[in-house]
């Protein structure tokens, strides 16, 4: 059974803390996403990446980061947490390829206090 | 970039009535698109997509349509169960990149 795994459901950060999301995926995928989740905005794409060490911005890239060491995993970087930040964040993969199905993690829920 | 519409963003309907969502998208580009469903307190799942090179796709009690000229395509559930209550997202990309984009979801309510 396929799986993506997000390290945590629920987090509670301080406004200014450095924030880690881990995404972990045993799957092979080549390629890794991640969405942010806002109701009425839907799944908006923040980062993505097609291979080890690449990263290529998505439609709000700003006040994060990504790290891609593994081709298993892929993490989420808010460098200096602020309340906007405030979300639920999905990580996502698929197979090499074009226009093939995505599989999400469960989510975690940031709350940035 | 991409920009996908979709309508309506809450949807009520009586068990065993059909639910129709639509969506537009922007890139003549596109030519995949999937239908996902999120249910409370999970990760979205894909329940069925569709390719350009079709204009209907059907599974059970799920149809999706496609119209590439007017850049419009819609989910269609027949006979509701209380099981199809969810949020269901809509979403395109392009062969070029499969960055996907999605619209903003449509919460299903189907009341027993």
């Known amino acids: 059974d396929v799986k993506v795994t997000q390290s945590s459901r629920y987090l509670v950060k301080r406004t200014g803390e450095k924030v880690f999301l881990e995404c972990v995926q045993d799957m092979d995928h080549e390629n890794m996403f991640w969405y942010r989740q806002d109701p009425g905005l839907g799944l908006r794409l923040i980062y993505f990446s097609y291979d080890v060490k690449m990263k290529e911005k998505g439609d709000i890239p700003e006040g994060y980061s990504v790290s891609r060491e593994k081709k298993e995993r892929f993490s989420l970087i808010l460098e200096s947490a602020s309340t906007n930040q405030t979300s639920m964040y999905l990580c996502?993969?698929?197979?090499?390829?074009?226009?093939?199905?995505?599989?999400f993690g469960q989510g975690t829920r940031l709350t940035v206090v | 970039g991409e920009n996908v519409e979709q309508h309506p963003s809450t949807l009520s309907v009586q068990e065993g009535d059909s639910a129709v969502i639509k969506c537009t998208y922007s890139d003549s580009a596109s030519n995949y698109f999937p239908w996902y469903k999120q249910e409370l307190g999970k990760g979205p799942q894909l329940i069925i997509d569709?390719?350009?090179?079709?204009g209907e796709k059907k599974d059970q009690r799920i149809a999706v349509t496609l119209n590439k000229t007017a850049k419009h395509f819609s989910l269609h559930i027949t006979e509701t169960q209380p099981e199809d209550s969810a949020v269901y997202f809509c979403?395109?990309?392009?062969?070029?990149?499969?960055?996907?984009?999605f619209g903003a979801g449509t919460r299903l309510t189907v009341k027993p």
């Open positions: 996502a993969s698929s197979s090499p390829g074009r226009n093939t199905e995505a599989f």
């Open positions: 979403a395109a990309s392009t062969s070029d990149n499969n960055d996907m984009r």
């Open positions: 569709i390719r350009s090179n079709v």
